[in-house]
């Protein structure tokens, strides 16, 4: 898809171009181990820009909605997409030295045709939970907190000391 390409980023961010569309969850290869469904797609938002500082960069901006595992009941949960993030335009050089740097701002190497796919792949892998759950109150791995009912560990230890 010719429209999810950007040949010259840096065109792109010093002309403040708006690049929109969709891309289908099926395409996205490298979330797949994260998703429990593939039905549906993403929206995103790509904006070039210029800082006060005069460096080019790029705003992406992705919202969706994702079905994910829940890690304590393993049962599948809605989690909504919203992400809003800004890096800036740099050599491959720079983003090698901004690797060590904490403090450095988000950056993204200047290449030709930039795959928007790959960049907004990137964007949800990094805003993806390391371990998502449902709320408290709708996950069926553990009980509300007001039913009185014993943690299973606090139950085991319990029993154990009654051996003893
Ligand atoms: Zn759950």
Not at 9 to 31: M, N, Q, T, W, Y
Not at 109 to 119: K, N, S, T, Y
Not at 142 to 148: E, S, V
């Amino acid at each position: 898809m010719s429209e999810q390409v950007v040949p010259d980023p840096l065109e792109f961010a010093r002309g403040h171009k708006c690049l929109e569309g969709d891309i289908e969850l099926i395409r996205l290869k490298r979330l797949q181990e994260s998703l429990t469904s593939f039905d549906g797609a993403v929206h995103f938002k790509l904006t070039g820009f210029v800082n006060e500082g005069a460096a080019p960069g790029l705003r992406c901006e992705v919202g969706g909605s994702l079905k994910l595992l829940c890690q304590r009941c393993l049962e599948p949960m809605d989690y909504p997409l919203q992400i809003d993030s800004s890096m800036l335009l740099v050599s491959e050089a720079q983003a090698l030295l901004d690797e060590d740097d904490p403090d450095a701002p988000d950056c993204i190497p200047i290449q030709r045709d930039m795959q928007v796919v790959a960049l907004v792949e990137d964007e949800i892998l990094l805003a993806l939970p390391m371990a998502p759950h449902h709320a408290d109150d709708v996950c069926k791995g553990r009980p509300a907190a007001d039913t009185g009912k014993l943690h299973p560990f606090a139950a085991l230890a319990r029993l154990k000391t009654n051996k003893e």
